[in-house]
Nanobody, 117 residues
């Protein structure tokens, strides 16, 4: 059974940083999959935040986080990360990881990030 488990969220003041982790299990050939971080702000639709290719050399970001967030992965640990710097109130959301494009059966519980002023 494939599991993607997000962790690292929390309550953080504006301008500070957090690092999220996405630990995968049961996903054969993790390194062949493009992966992504997604988020769902309160009362809004889920949106794509950042993507990374299987080898980890190519990343893309939503305009809203470009220059502040960094996506990375460690294929030996089958884990993906999201370094979030200079957090702003608008980054408050539940953050999820998934393949890119996402596969509906892979959505996990997500991890809550709440930014306060």
């Amino acid at each position: 059974q494939v599991q993607l488990v997000e962790s690292g969220g929390g309550l953080v003041q504006e301008g500070h940083s957090l690092t999220l982790s996405c630990a995968t299990s049961g996903l054969p050939g993790f390194s062949i999959y493009d992966m992504g971080w997604f988020r769902q702000p309160p009362g809004k639709e889920r949106e794509l935040v950042a993507t990374i290719n299987g080898g980890g050399a190519m990343a893309n970001y939503a305009d809203s986080v470009k220059g502040r967030f960094t996506i990375s992965r460690d294929n030996t640990k089958e884990t993906m990360y999201l370094q979030m710097d200079s957090l702003i109130l608008e980054d408050t959301a539940v953050y999820y990881c998934n393949r890119n494009p996402p596969y509906r059966h892979f959505w996990g519980q997500g991890t809550q990030v709440t930014v306060f002023s």
